[in-house]
């Protein structure tokens, strides 16, 4: 594993993390940078901690939670956002057990309003109250005092014959995506199902427009078709899902790589994603100029070999998309690409090489004023220990 070197282009900054995972990023309103993520104490117990960057240096962590009955997964990793009207008041989100299944697992959420210092206790975004999956959040500050969440509910999952609720295979019943608004106090508001199936364990996406909130997800067809698709928030209500773009992935389980998606605040929006349809790797990116409303064709991002794993920010005009690409030999690297409003590439970059493993996650990033904020996890030895790596990119 080669780590980034120190250049003109990207500053390495030290993370607090020893032995840990699953970083998320988070800019406030007001411009603070924020790194969660999950540090393993021991074999039993795991602690969600985070830091802010002051002065391009992480502070001393502060534990948001800990526990030894949480479920801690390379691809459905916490997080931590701030409300838009006061930034010390935060949110952030872990799964945590409901029972002895292996995917029997809850959403908890807790806040703080003193900027991380004590936090409420957690609470459940979904009221189903069934021991199955719930995970794969996406949290959003919208207006002023509240928070979006949507998440993937496998409340119907659970069948007689298939009690472990994750059933690949289409036997018990489908995973639902769905979502809520929450407050302050954690008073839940709007809970709704999005969309009644869809793919198992790709990650979630929202982003707001001017007309409320779009997310976006990898969606799942009675022919298993596992295409991405869209919702949108029009005032209070919701649009039916609407498929991005037909790629017509065809695949009978899921691959575990789900889309990301930007928006401006009003009709600007940027959606990336991977497909393998036609065993072809793409990453692709699909512009819309009308809040979600339509969208572009897809513009292919990738070198040839992409593992996926994407994410992208605006950079004033312009969009930043960032993957993984396979270099083969049990590399890959983490690869930027610049892509103009006109969906011209305008020009690329590598960030660090890593490993190709699911142990190293998904990397992530936020615009920092003129700069990138990346974090990703680095794989330490042969077993796979990892730790939590962060770097101010100029590009």
Known sequence: MTSCHQNNAIQEISTPCKLGGEPNLHISKDGQAFLSWVEYLNDTTDVLAFANLVSNEWSAPQIIAQGNNWFVNWADFPSLVTYNNDSNQLAAHWLQKSAVGTYDYDVQ???????????????????????????FVSMLPVGKDQIFATWLDGRFTKTENHSDGHDHEGQGGAMTLRGAFFNAQGKLSGDIELDNKVCDCCSTTAALTKNGVIVAYRDRSEEEIRDISIVRQIGKDWTQPRNLYADNWEIAGCPVNGPKIIADGANKVAVAWYTMSNDQPQVNLALSSDAGANFSEPIQIDDGNPLGRVDLVFDNKEIIVSWLENLGNEKAAIRLAKVQSNGQIEQRMTVTQTNPARSSGFPVMERLGNQLLIAWTEILDEDENTTVRTALVNF
């Open 109 to 135: 959420i807790a806040q703080s309003s003193d900027g991380g210092e004590k936090w409420t206790k957690s609470f459940v975004p979904h009221t189903d109250g069934i021991a199955a999956e719930h995970g």
